[in-house]
């Protein structure tokens, strides 16, 4: 291992960069989660994060991950034997599935390439031919971080309206959350499931459900068992800004800090940089020529950018070769994709000379580890970032 200087290049598709001032945040004296400090902060933070999620109903938050939080949303909106249609859009829609299938649920899984999103199409028409309606819930991952693949939440639920199918929409947005723009409300999102880890530029530790008044009717009658995971005890008491049990307390002050930061920078801006960004890394791995994981590009996630290894090459190799040469780590192929592809992350807090930073490491590092590519890939990103897009903007509308 080369000797530590500087910063480590923590560029894996979460946990990302936490801001410093976020850190800092984290670092204040715990309090009283019983004490009126405490319900000052909640009450804050639960009117602030039903704007992030852009939701009309109750945000939960959980201390756990996001697994926890996938589980949360199907025990409290469903019953053993409820089925529920899935599409395999990649790693974590698998696990997702396991998940339910370990609670007795019934899963239509749909097959899947893992280059590609949910299909809308086919899912108007597997709804219109359920016409009994025996499908409870259609669960989906927004951001497949495992393929760099970011699905139409829009179309999915345009599916469920034109099939008129009652079933609940679950919606995973772990890792969009805070990168792409994600409209619960707009978007007839009943249950989505968020995490704290990436980009909403906090440390692992923090899970979240924004539950709409149609998953919360549902979940009222939904008999699978549940105790820590349960909506009603915990909106019992965060609706006098506590929880049952304790919170993650010191967490909560991070997102607080978070939140200020989304606030001060304008969600708006803070999308049209991560697509920037995306874009950026794109015209990168265009300039190697090297091929990118998702096949359409209306479904380019800009939180994240999945590159195919050429053939007999191994992805942790290279991954290996800039971990030691340069101090980056990148996100490793996951279960079908191992080897074949690694993830460049630029979710979170990440600005122009971090990303353009992070593919010189993947420049430098294919070209130490013999993978066959072109030079001058982060040039082609240099020249994209050069332009002031702002100044463009602004010139236009002159
Ligand atoms: N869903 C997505 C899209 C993810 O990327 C991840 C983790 O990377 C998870 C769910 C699982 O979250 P966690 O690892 O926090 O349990």
Not at 87 to 99: A, I, K
Not at 265 to 289: I, K, N, P, T, Y
Not at 344 to 364: F, P, Q, R
Request: net charge negative; aromatic share 6%.
């Amino acid at each position: 291992m080369s000797p530590n200087h500087g910063r480590h290049f923590l560029q894996v598709p979460g946990p990302t960069n936490v801001p410093e001032r976020v850190l800092r945040a984290t670092a204040a004296a715990t309090i009283d989660h019983r004490g009126p400090e405490f319900a000052k902060l909640m009450h804050d933070l639960f009117a602030r994060l039903g704007q992030t999620f852009r939701a009309e109903g109750p945000v939960i938050i959980y201390a756990g991950s996001g697994t926890g939080a996938w589980e949360a949303a199907l025990v409290n909106t469903c019953s053993p034997g409820d089925r529920v249609l899935m599409y395999e859009t990649g790693h974590f829609s698998m696990l997702w599935r396991d998940l339910a299938q370990r609670f007795g649920l019934e899963i239509d899984y749909v097959a899947g390439d893992w280059r590609h999103g949910v299909d809308a199409a086919d899912l108007e028409a597997r709804l219109a031919e359920d016409r009994a309606h025996g499908i409870k819930a259609v669960a989906v991952v927004h951001n497949e971080t495992s393929t760099g693949v970011t699905s139409d939440i829009c179309a999915v639920r345009r599916a469920l309206d034109n099939a008129n199918h009652p079933a609940l929409l679950l919606v995973d947005t772990v890792s969009s959350l805070g990168s792409i723009d994600v409209r619960c409300a707009e978007w007839g999102i009943d249950v989505a499931v968020g995490g704290s880890q990436k980009g909403l530029m906090l440390p692992p530790g923090l899970a979240f459900n924004a539950v709409s008044e149609k998953a919360l009717a549902a979940s009222k009658t939904a008999t699978l068992p549940r105790a820590f995971w349960d909506w009603q005890s915990m909106l019992g008491t965060n609706a006098n800004g506590m929880f049952p049990f304790t919170p993650a307390i010191n967490l909560l002050f991070g997102l607080r800090e978070a939140l200020d930061m989304f606030d001060e920078m304008g969600w708006d801006a803070v999308l049209a940089r991560h697509a920037r960004h995306g874009e950026a890394a794109r015209r990168a791995v265009a300039g190697w020529g090297l091929e990118l994981q998702p096949i359409n590009p209306a479904e380019y996630s800009n939180a994240l950018t999945v590159v195919r290894m050429p053939q007999g090459h191994s992805a942790d190799a290279l991954r290996g070769v800039i971990l030691e040469a340069f101090e980056m780590s990148l996100g490793a192929g996951l279960s079908k994709l191992a080897d074949q592809v690694f993830r460049i992350g630029h979710m979170g807090a990440i600005n122009d000379l971090m990303l353009t930073g992070s593919l010189a490491g993947v420049e430098m590092g294919l070209a130490r580890a013999g993978v066959p590519h072109s030079r001058g890939g982060v040039q082609v990103a240099l020249d994209y970032l050069a332009v002031d897009s702002n100044a463009a903007h602004k010139k236009a509308a002159e």
